[in-house]
T-cell receptor
Framework: KAGVTQTPRYLIKTRGQQVTLSCSPI?????VSWYQQTPGQGLQFLFE???????NKGNFPGRFSGRQFSNSRSEMNVSTLELGDSALYLC?????????????FGNGTRLTVT | TQLLEQSPQFLSIQEGENLTVYCNSS?????LQWYRQEPGEGPVLLVT?????EVKKLKRLTFQFGDARKDSSLHITAAQPGDTGLYLC????????????FGTGTRLKVLA
């Protein structure tokens, strides 16, 4: 069974640009969550999608947005990039949106903003 | 706002030693999970604990959930270099908005 796939693995952008990251969940998983990981803040929850609907949202500005398609694949978009957006962006899929449903993570997209 | 504190932040030990990592919160967990993350990879689930006082073993790793469900510990016996990585606890809380809140992690290095 293929794991969670995130593309691209690495990305370098300049301030003010926008970026779109992609996540393909494990087959059959309908929930996709996104996290930002930085050395100073650790893993911070961005948002969760289930059946194409945003279920939960973390404390990030509106520049961060996402969506989920009917095949459960998800994209995350960051507009007007800032230096502080440099981070590892992790996507995780799970079977359902329940509290005990374990998360299966991809290997992330490392975004560097210069 | 629920917060998860992990301690210690960093740990460097010799192969064969034992260690314990802690995860604490001021709020009651609905459930708690432990993950391990290696460089260049995403976190990988180790265990899920749900019931207060629960103890789970995974080879040389022992996970304990506090009776009050506000804390958890991970104990590694006879650590090996392959145990090196970032250990993360993640909790869900009753009435919480977020699906999972992650601790800041414990970075473990086991020296051969």
């Amino acid at each position: 069974k293929a794991g969670v796939t995130q593309t691209p693995r690495y990305l370098i952008k300049t301030r003010g640009q926008q970026v779109t990251l992609s996540c393909s969940p494990i087959s059959g998983h309908r929930s996709v969550s996104w996290y930002q990981q930085t050395p100073g803040q650790g893993l911070q929850f961005l948002f969760e999608y289930f059946s194409e609907t945003q279920r939960n949202k973390g404390n990030f500005p509106g520049r961060f947005s996402g969506r989920q398609f009917s095949n459960s694949r998800s994209e995350m978009n960051v507009s007007t990039l800032e230096l502080g957006d440099s981070a590892l962006y992790l996507c995780a899929s799970s079977l359902s949106s329940g509290n005990n449903s374990p998360l299966h993570f991809g290997n992330g997209t490392r975004l560097t903003v210069t | 706002t629920q917060l998860l504190e992990q301690s210690p932040q960093f740990l460097s030990i010799q192969e064969g030693e034992n260690l314990t990592v802690y995860c604490n919160s001021s709020s009651v967990f609905s459930s708690l999970q432990w993950y391990r993350q290696e460089p260049g990879e995403g976190p990988v689930l180790l265990v899920t604990v749900v019931t207060g006082g629960e103890v789970k073993k995974l080879k040389r790793l022992t996970f304990q959930f506090g009776d009050a469900r506000k804390d958890s510990s991970l104990h590694i016996t006879a650590a090996q270099p392959g145990d090196t990585g970032l250990y993360l606890c993640a909790g869900t809380f009753r009435g919480g908005t977020y699906k999972y809140i992650f601790g800041t992690g414990t970075r473990l290095k086991v020296l051969a």
